[in-house]
């Protein structure tokens, strides 16, 4: 960071702000410059831009305009062209970079706005620093380190794609840029999800030692247990003390009990916080870990068949070949709710990922017509799927088979239910797979943690 103290200033009311601060490179005087931009699909964030005349570095950080989101984010994002490389990408204070490929992690740094290259190559940049100091000291780490540059070159000159990254920050102030193209082959997934009480310690939400018991109840209700040896009510509402996620002030969790007919029962959960309006809601399913799992295909054809029950878990992937659509099953948690509902959720959730509050396209002037015509499209067909005003499918994906659709009548025609082998992916987020050798992690994790200590030390 280039500036000399902390500044508070209200983007609404900047043009660009220029100040006089040490070059961190020459010691000298440089000027920084820091302007509110808008990041299109995001949100306004305040760009600082270092540039000393003297010694010629430059240096780009972000420093976020908002506060702390009500959910963390993770983004993973399949790089599968040249093109790819593009994407825009805010990486917030608190977000953890990985190239997943190569299990090599960067830990959080000072805010930046870039693209995909731009990250590609500071880590690149990073590594070789100290390549030179390296060769003589460690040997084996220089080449280690050799190794993991050639192949983000090789990615950047287009070899060897795909390659996937995942951009976690738990202030949800990071961000990928979307295209419309990514939602109908899981290129890329965002996943909002409730904080932990370690996470609201780490981000100053909650002093450390605050911890008077709500922890404890917070994991029970997670995984929507706790109540082991009380005998739950069918319809009954039971409150539950935890933390609220996004504010990490005190807040009850309500569960309720309820059997899906010709299905299972399920525990629905609804948070409230009187704090902050935190409000969110979810369905917990139980049960052991079948051996397939299990897609449900809906051909929707009427206005009453948006009716239907309909209940999507927590690991559910929501698809659609006639909507282009693909929801992945951290995108919208699990929902016991009809088709319409779901749908209506899937629209708002999006919507609000791609538009302002207001209604305007985030971004404006800077978003290309093409983009906003293939955006605008996209939300058409949605919405005349929710008015029933074309027929369309439905896919329910679920790695554990615990989703369900509400089928009308015997064998029903328009209800189509059939096992599937967990994909490797699949295996891979549920925590099913255990494929690694042991010596090989340790290695990968050595030269991990070597990145880590080298970025810090270097910014
Ligand atoms: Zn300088
Ligand atoms: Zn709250």
Known sequence: MATQEPLHIDPSELGVYEIESLCMNCRDNGITKILPIKIPHFKDVLLESFNCDKCGFHNRTVKDAGQIQEKGTKYRFR??????????????????????DLELETPPAPGQLTNLEGVFGKIISDLEADQPARKEAQPDMYKAVEGITAQLRGYLEGKNLPVTLSLDDPSGNSFIEPSTNDFSNSKYTRTDYARTHAQNVQLGLVAEDAEDGTDANQDNAEDGGGMDGVDIVDGEVYELPTECPACGKPCTVNMKKTKIPHFKEVIIMATNCDYCGYRTSDVKTGGEVPEKGRRITLQVKTKEDLSRDILKSETCALKSETLGLEVHAGTLGGRFTTVEGLLTDVRDQLHGQIFDVDGDLAGGDSMTAETRCKWNAFFDKLNKAINAEVEFDIILEDPLANSFVQ?????????????????????????????????YEQDKETVAAKTNGEEK???
């Open 457 to 459: 030390h270097s910014l």
């Open 407 to 439: 089928e009308t009548r015997d064998n029903d025609p328009q209800v189509k239910s059939e096992d599937y082998e967990r994909t490797p992916e699949e295996m891979e987020e549920l925590g099913l797979n255990d494929i690694k050798t042991e010596g």
């Open 79 to 100: 790089i599968e062209t040249p093109q790819d490389f593009q994407r825009q990408v805010v990486r917030g204070d608190t977000g953890v970079l990985r190239i997943e």
